[in-house]
């Protein structure tokens, strides 16, 4: 009995080999160990900043709180009776300067200013600096006091001028404490404690190792009291000399949450920290004044960034042991897949399959497997594929002859330009068309061989449709043939691109137009028979009038004549032959009768996008330029080939009175009011002149060689749909009619 022998799965032996080293373990420990140290170290640096910054908020507030303490005891001792002018100025001296030397809250001077400004009352501890009562120039604070609520605490930044020498007297950085004193509700002066910062503030730099940072006070204008860099140079501390602020620190977003009154800690832009707190927190009887410390980018990070060096060291080690293990667990894997990848190549190639020359009983062997079967069906589909693409180009080439067929037999003529627009290929119905054969027409320039005299504004529009739209299609111009004899046509011309997209040529289509303008003579033959009916209606009219009178005159001389009289008879021949005219006009009527203007609804933005498209070849050819302005509108009722046929007639007489290179415009509108709809056209044309401007409407009237009914049949047409056609006089560029047509009723 053959026994099966157990196999190791490709799976298994990586596995094993990176399990041996516990690498999968080693890295979750190492991760979920390094995050937990790294945010344990990041909390208690920040609980340091913290417990830091609240010790020395604590001593501050203990300071200020002791200052205020005192001054509140001097104002009821001595200061408020100075304000109101009483009291012994001697034993008051005696009483502060004895309580300012035995003080401990680094009080240096005690000023009382009455209502009016004045210096009432001043004691210092400070040798040689003396100030008379009654002096003024103390009325800052007096202000200062003023402006602010009623009862307040004020905390001033200033500085004390100590005695020094002449030249350079010495400076004390100092907090103004400010106390405004009120008799009921009437203020009677403000006191004043001069205060030396050094000693008031000799706590606030206190910092656990390592997170000493910037420590500054400010007050709730965001002016500094307190600066632990700039305490050597205090003038630039106040805002009133160097207008330094907590703003000139911190960005916008971060002093406004400083001096809001809260207590936080948050990073600051370039990776910074800062933590502040109020000093009014601790029952200060002050306004609000805010300690901050801000540490520079990286401080709290010193202690996180070395137990990070550690640790990669740590793993870098283990990652060197298992990429070793890893690198003798791939060389079973080489040889392999290294024939694996020749075979491949060779199939790529179209080389034959060879046979594998290894046995590895596991994952690699399946793979060799597949590869084997794999190759096979691919040299099968192959040959197949081959097979299928002689069948398919042999129907592509029958294809592409029908097609050719179909191009060199076709009626219009068809013919390839290259790129500088000579001519490349010319089917027989450009032969017949032009009368060059194919090599009279090859290799020569489409333009000078069939262009005749095409104007400069066709071949500009030509140019300008072909870079905008990327064709010109159906464009009614002239060509010339080869008798010299040019003839209307209709030119469609596309460009012909390569496969990278590039234009590499042109085709052109040229159709015969001459059987089309036969037709479009006809309908102007249809117009002016139709004019024609105009005169008629007009004539018969004309004519009833008098026909009328004459009527009623010869029959009332028939009753005064005498009956067999000869002035009788003459009298019957007359009313023979008006009743012979009334004849004629009745049939002139019949033939004249207008049917209904109908009650269809007429989309005119529609009707005049169709003409424009219709009419603009034309225009070209002319050398004149059609410019509309088509926009939506609401439908008109009416019949849509009368609206038509009065657009066009406006068109052509705009296009007969402008001289080549003009301009004819065509703009639409809408009066929401009346309710109607409008239509301007109008020419560049040297205009109507104004004694011919009232009789252009008269039917017979012209000054063009026509008919002169054209006009009268249009404003005819529009009078029966309801509307109005008329001259604008007050239009001076050339010549502008206005048709104004009645919204449809249910139109919106």
Same mark, same amino acid.
């Given at each position: ?110 000023? %009382? ?14 040798? @040689? ?59 009677? @002066? ?71 009154? @809260? ?97 590895? @009983? ?292 705009? %296009? ?93």
């Amino acid at each position: 009995m053959k026994v099966e022998s157990r196999r190791l799965s490709l799976r298994a032996k990586v596995a094993a080999a990176f399990a041996a080293l516990a690498l999968v373990p080693l890295l979750v420990l190492t991760g979920v160990a390094v995050g937990s140290a790294v945010r344990y170290l990041r909390t208690q640096a920040q609980a340091s900043l913290e417990y830091d910054l609240e010790i020395a908020r604590l001593r501050a507030a203990r300071s200020l709180r002791q200052v205020g303490q005192n001054l509140d005891f001097l104002v009821e001792a001595v200061l408020r009776e100075r304000m109101q002018g009483d009291g012994d100025d001697e034993a008051a001296r005696a009483l502060t300067a004895t309580f300012l030397r035995t003080d401990s809250t680094a009080i240096l001077r005690v000023k %009382a200013i009455d209502a009016g400004g004045d210096l009432v009352f001043m004691s210092t501890v400070l040798a @040689g600096d003396e100030a008379t009562p009654g002096a003024s120039g103390e009325i800052f604070y007096l202000l200062q006091a003023e402006e602010a609520e009623r009862g307040r605490t004020l905390y001033l930044p200033v500085e004390l001028r100590a005695p020094g020498s002449a030249a350079e007297p010495g400076v004390i950085p100092a907090i103004a404490i400010v106390e405004p004193v009120y008799d009921a509700a009437e203020l009677v @002066g403000v006191a004043v404690a001069e205060a030396s910062l050094a000693e008031l503030f000799e706590g606030l730099e206190y910092a656990s190792p390592g997170l000493g940072g910037v420590t500054g006070l400010v007050d709730e204008s965001g002016r500094f009291l307190y600066h632990s860099e700039r305490k050597n140079d205090w003038a630039s501390l106040l805002a009133s000399q160097g207008g330094i602020n907590v703003r000139t620190d911190f960005q916008e977003a971060v002093a406004d949450e400083l001096l809001s009154g @809260g207590a936080a800690t948050r990073r600051i832009p370039g990776g910074g920290i800062v933590s502040f707190r109020p000093l009014a927190a601790v029952d200060l009887d002050a306004p609000l004044l805010v300690l901050y410390r801000a540490l520079a980018p990286g401080t709290l990070e010193a202690s996180v960034r070395q137990f990070l060096l550690l640790t990669s060291g740590i793993v870098a080690g283990t990652l060197v042991l298992v990429l070793g293990a890893a690198t003798v667990s791939a060389r079973q894997l080489t040889r392999p897949l290294y024939e694996l990848r020749t075979a491949a190549r060779g199939l790529a190639r179209g080389e034959a399959r060879r046979p594998f020359h290894f046995q590895t @009983g596991d994952e690699l062997q399946d793979l060799a497997d597949d590869f084997t079967r794999m190759a096979d069906a691919l040299q099968t589909q192959q040959q197949q594929l081959e097979d299928l693409l002689v069948t398919r180009t042999a129907a592509l080439q029958t294809t592409r002859a029908e097609l050719a067929q179909v191009v060199m037999h076709a009626a219009d003529a068809i013919i390839g330009l290259d790129g500088q627009g000579r001519i490349r290929f010319w089917n027989r119905g450009a032969e017949t068309l032009f009368g060059y054969s194919e090599p009279e027409a090859l290799d020569q320039d489409v333009d000078q061989l069939i262009g005749g005299r095409a104007s400069a504004t066709e071949q500009d529009f030509i140019r300008r449709a072909m870079e905008q739209r990327r064709t010109v299609s159906n464009l009614l111009t002239r060509r010339t043939p080869k008798s010299g004899e040019p003839f209307p046509v209709t030119l469609t011309q596309a460009p012909v691109v390569d496969p990278d997209g590039h234009v590499v040529g042109a085709s052109l289509v040229v159709r015969d137009h001459r059987a089309q303008s036969r037709i479009e003579e006809q309908m102007r033959h249809s117009e002016r028979l139709a004019a024609v009916s105009i005169m008629a209606a007009g004539l018969a009219h004309e004519i009833n009038n008098p026909l009328a009178i004459l009527q009623n005159r010869i029959e009332l001389m028939q009753r005064d004549a005498e009956d067999g009289t000869a002035l009788a008879r003459d009298l019957e021949v007359l009313l023979a032959h008006v009743d012979r005219l009334r004849g004629i006009t009745s049939d002139l009527l019949a033939f004249a009768r207008e049917e209904s203007s109908g009650t269809d609804r007429v989309q005119v933005d529609r009707v005049a996008e169709r003409l424009v498209g219709l009419l603009e070849r034309t225009f070209v050819t002319q050398g004149l330029e059609l410019v509309a302005d088509v926009v939506a509108l609401p439908a008109v009722q009416g019949d849509e080939k009368a609206i038509e046929a009065v657009l066009v007639n406006l068109l052509t007489n705009a %296009a007969q009175a402008t001289p080549d290179g003009g301009l004819v415009r065509l703009t639409m509108g809408l009066n929401q009011e009346r309710r109607r709809v409008w239509v301007w056209v109008e020419d560049s044309g040297p205009g109507i002149p104004a004694e011919l401007r009232e009789r252009i409407f008269e039917p017979f009237f012209t000054t063009k060689g026509g008919t002169g009914l054209g006009l009268t049949l249009c404003r005819t047409i529009v009078e029966r749909h309801g509307g109005v056609l008329r001259l604008d006089d007050s239009f001076e560029a050339g010549t502008r009619f206005v048709l104004e047509l009645p919204i449809h009723g249910d139109a919106s």
